[in-house]
Each structure stands twice: as C-alpha cells, then as structure tokens.
C-alpha cells in the first residue's frame, strides 16, 4: 500500500501543488518588477507593471494563508497516519520513520516565519505611497520561493519513503533519557527557561530589537526541551511519558496546538523587529507589546499544568 493512495495525502499534495503553481506564476511577475521597476517613470511599462504588483500581493497573500492552514493539516495528518506505520503511536513515530521528515518539519516552521515577515515588510511598503521597500520584499520573496520549491520535494520524497511493513521508533523509545543539551539536569533547565523569559519580558518592555532577538532565538531552544522533558509530563499525568506531539491530540483536548502556536507566535514577535529593521533599515518596535503577550501566555499554560498538578496531588512528579 502506497499512502499516496490515501485520500489526506493526495489532497494534501495537490493543495502544495497548486500553491506552488501560483507561487512560481508570481515569482516570475516578480522578477519582471525587480528588473524594470521605476517608481519615477510615466511609461506604459510602469504603469503595467504597478497593476501588477497589486496583482502579485493578492496572489501571495492568498498563498500565506493557504500555507498556514496547510501547516495545521500537515500536522494533524502525522498524527492521523500513525495507525498506519508499524511501531508509529503518535507524529513522532511518523515524522521520524525516514530522514526527510524532521527536515521537512523544519523547513515549514522556517518558511511560515519568513512568509510572516514578508507580510510586515509588505504592510510597510504599501502603506506609502512610493513603495520604498519594493525591491527588498521582493528579494526576500524570491527567497522563499526557493525554500518553498525545496519543501515541495521533501514533502514528495517524505511520503514516497514513508515505510508500511517496517517498524518505526515511537516517543516512549525517542524521547526515553533525558538528552537535554550542554548536560544539563531539569532544574538548570527551569532557571534558563524562566530567567531568558524575563530577559525577553524587559527586552520588549525597553523595545530592545537585538536583545529581544537573542533572547527569543534561545528561549526558542530553551522552551522546546522544557515542554517535551518536563513539562509535558504533567500535562500527560505520567513521568515517563515525554513528548512534544501527544499533546496534539484529542485525548488531551489538543492544548499542544494552543501550546506550541503560542510559543511560535511570540517567537515570530520576537525577532521580527530586527529582523525587519535589518531589511528596510529602519527600526519597527510596534510588535514588543504582542510578543510579551504570547510568550507570557506559553508560559502560563505551560507553568499551569504544574501549579494544578501539585495542588491535586502534593506532589512534583
């Protein structure tokens, strides 16, 4: 059996494809504006070419949001094929059964994050009347495009070599020792955890675009070991049980979708200011006030299954 076959998988493949089709028809009208763009010419050709680039926003936008409910669908379909796949109880045993599937759930994190800033420098640019970040939100665009091009064959190679009759790791034997990095032990792990979000909290506060991108990119890390080896306990009731995606599922009221958007969400609010300020070289701070909110409400989620833990049984597990 091929999960070709499967009717999640052939929509879901079609839906890239057609994404990916409008993506390419806007990228070569993208590359056209890059090449004969002139904001001060009253030709023909430059009036032609600023229909266009509405033409092209609209297009784009439609594909952003496209890709992000497509994220969510990619998402829950790992967890609904692990039935399928020997050895497979959850995404992880799915999105680890070959060595395209990690990659492939990088890339898609990566490239919502740049779709997200596209969208930004996007919103600047049309908001004046002379498009000065024209070429910039361009450049990044067709950026993307070659991410997007590269995911597109690693989704094909990902299920092409999904294996059927061959057992897979689940969570309980991937996520069985606490491989936590530089060696460190829980309660190191905690400190760091709680200490970069207050860095984050007074960086946002202050708008302090670099410290607020450093702070963000490691609590990133940070937050990702703290929810898959301790705090995900808690949320499974079960010390041994460790791993970033049962939470998705409805036998948990899927808080992890709430739980990992929100880490993502603040994350993205996080180093976008700098980021954007690196491409148009002019600083935007407007962000710092939802990036405090998302990260504080990870984090409240996260601590809550703890605090109510404790109170019910007088106990850490």
């Given at each position: 059996?091929?999960?070709?076959?499967?009717?999640?998988?052939?929509?879901?493949?079609?839906?890239?494809?057609?994404?990916?089709?409008?993506?390419?028809?806007?990228?070569?009208?993208?590359?056209?504006?890059?090449?004969?763009?002139?904001?001060?010419?009253?030709?023909?050709?430059q009036?032609?070419?600023?229909?266009?680039?509405?033409?092209?926003?609209?297009?784009?936008?439609?594909?952003?949001?496209?890709?992000?409910?497509?994220?969510?669908?990619?998402?829950?379909?790992?967890?609904?094929?692990?039935?399928?796949?020997?050895?497979?109880?959850?995404?992880?045993?799915?999105?680890?059964?070959?060595?395209y599937g990690n990659?492939?759930?990088?890339?898609?994190?990566?490239?919502?994050?740049?779709?997200?800033?596209?969208?930004?420098?996007?919103?600047?640019?049309?908001?004046?009347k002379?498009?000065?970040?024209?070429?910039?939100?361009?450049?990044?665009?067709?950026?993307?495009?070659?991410l997007?091009?590269?995911?597109?064959?690693?989704?094909?190679?990902?299920?092409?070599?999904?294996?059927?009759?061959?057992?897979?790791?689940?969570?309980?034997?991937v996520?069985?020792?606490?491989?936590?990095?530089?060696?460190?032990?829980?309660?190191?792990?905690l400190?760091?955890?709680?200490?970069?979000?207050?860095?984050?909290l007074?960086?946002?506060?202050?708008?302090?675009?670099?410290?607020?991108?450093?702070?963000?990119?490691?609590?990133?890390?940070?937050?990702?070991?703290?929810?898959?080896?301790?705090?995900?306990?808690?949320?499974?009731?079960?010390?041994?049980?460790?791993?970033?995606?049962?939470?998705?599922?409805?036998?948990?009221?899927?808080?992890?979708?709430?739980?990992?958007?929100?880490?993502?969400i603040?994350?993205?609010?996080?180093?976008s200011?700098?980021?954007?300020?690196?491409?148009?070289?002019?600083?935007?701070?407007?962000?710092?006030?939802y990036?405090?909110?998302?990260?504080?409400?990870?984090?409240?989620?996260?601590?809550?299954?703890?605090?109510?833990?404790?109170?019910?049984?007088?106990?850490?597990?």
């Open positions: 059996m091929s999960l070709f076959l499967l009717n999640d998988i052939v929509v879901f493949i079609f839906i890239e494809l057609v994404l990916f089709a409008l993506m390419l028809v806007s990228e070569v009208s993208v590359l056209k504006v890059l090449r004969f763009w002139d904001f001060n010419a009253t030709t023909t050709a009036y032609s070419l600023e229909k266009r680039n509405y033409l092209i926003n609209t297009m784009i936008y439609f594909t952003i949001v496209v890709k992000i409910i497509m994220f969510v669908f990619f998402v829950k379909s790992l967890d609904e094929l692990s039935p399928l796949v020997p050895g497979a109880m959850c995404a992880t045993g799915v999105i680890g059964a070959n060595m990659i492939l759930l990088l890339f898609k994190i990566f490239i919502l994050f740049l779709l997200g800033i596209w969208i930004i420098v996007n919103k600047l640019d049309l908001e004046s002379v498009f000065p970040y024209i070429k910039e939100k361009y450049y990044l665009f067709s950026f993307i495009f070659i997007i091009s590269i995911e597109f064959c690693l989704e094909i190679l990902y299920f092409m070599n999904i294996p059927l009759n061959v057992p897979v790791f689940c969570c309980s034997t996520f069985q020792l606490d491989n936590l990095p530089f060696e460190l032990n829980t309660s190191g792990l400190i760091i955890y709680y200490s970069l979000f207050f860095i984050i007074i960086s946002s506060l202050y708008k302090n675009n670099i410290v607020s991108f450093l702070g963000n990119i490691l609590f990133l890390f940070t937050a990702y070991y703290s929810v898959t080896y301790f705090f995900g306990t808690y949320i499974y009731e079960l010390p041994n049980h460790k791993c970033p995606f049962c939470m998705l599922q409805k036998e948990y009221f899927y808080i992890g979708y709430f739980i990992w958007f929100s880490l993502f603040g994350v993205f609010l996080g180093i200011p700098y980021i954007i300020q690196s491409i148009i070289l002019k600083k935007y701070d407007y962000l710092h006030k990036c405090m909110f998302f990260t504080t409400l990870f984090v409240c989620l996260s601590t809550y299954f703890v605090v109510t833990y404790y109170i019910k049984n007088g106990v850490f597990l």
